[in-house]
Every structure is written in C-alpha cells, then in structure tokens.
C-alpha cells in the first residue's frame, strides 16, 4: 500500500514557477515508477512526466517542452515536479501517481494516485 500527497500548487501569474512535490508513504518507494498527470477543467487526464526508481524520465515533450522537471529523492520518499515559464493552459489539477511496474504515459499503468493539487495561472 502506497498513500502520495501532493503539495506546492498554487496561484501564479504567466511565466512564474511552482515547484510540486509529492510524499510517498511506504518503504519501497525506491521501486515504484512515479508519475505526473494533469486535469484540467473539461479535459482529459493528461500525462505530464514520468521517473523510473533509478532515474529513467520522459515527459509530454508537446506540453512541456523543456518547461518542466521531473526528479526523485528516494531517501525522502518524494518526487518532484518543477515548472517554469508557466502558461494559463497549464492550469489544472495535477496528479502524482505510482506504480510497481515501471512507467507509462498511460494513467492505466498506475495503481496509486494522490488527491491532486490545484494549479492556477493567470494571464
């Protein structure tokens, strides 16, 4: 059993930064593919980015484009999504997710999921 609680969002204007981060309960985390989704308002859930146990990350290139990171700190149990040069259609409810069996871009490969945390950026 894995509980993930997402923290760090928030209200930004257009090209400011939020960095989120997301706490994992359990003592295996080191095995667990992580992941980061996004909602937002009359959308899909949409992959953002993902990092494997020992570091293998991929990200929606045509969203994020270099915008933002993804990264781990196993010793703490938390994964990290920073964003930079934030636009209004990155607002949404974002997601961290987690997985025994690696990482996808799909939402069906993850089992654990936390509550989400808003992120709002103004125009």
């Known amino acids: 059993q894995v509980q993930l609680v997402e923290s760090g969002g928030g209200l930004v204007q257009t090209g400011g930064s939020l960095r989120l981060s997301c706490a994992a309960s359990?003592?295996?985390?080191?095995?667990?593919?992580m992941g980061w989704f996004r909602r937002a308002p009359g959308k899909d859930r949409e992959f953002v980015a993902s990092i494997t146990g020992s570091g293998g990350i991929r990200y929606n290139t045509d969203s994020v484009k270099g915008r933002f990171t993804i990264s781990r700190d196993n010793a703490k149990n938390t994964v990290y999504l920073q964003m930079n040069s934030l636009k209004p259609e990155d607002t949404a409810v974002y997601y961290c997710?987690?997985?025994?069996?690696?990482?996808?871009?799909?939402?069906?490969?993850?089992?654990?999921w936390g509550q989400g945390t808003q992120v709002t950026v103004s125009s």
């Open positions: 997710a987690a997985s025994q069996f690696g990482t996808s871009t799909s939402a069906a490969l993850y089992f654990y």
């Open positions: 359990g003592r295996t985390f080191s095995s667990y593919g």
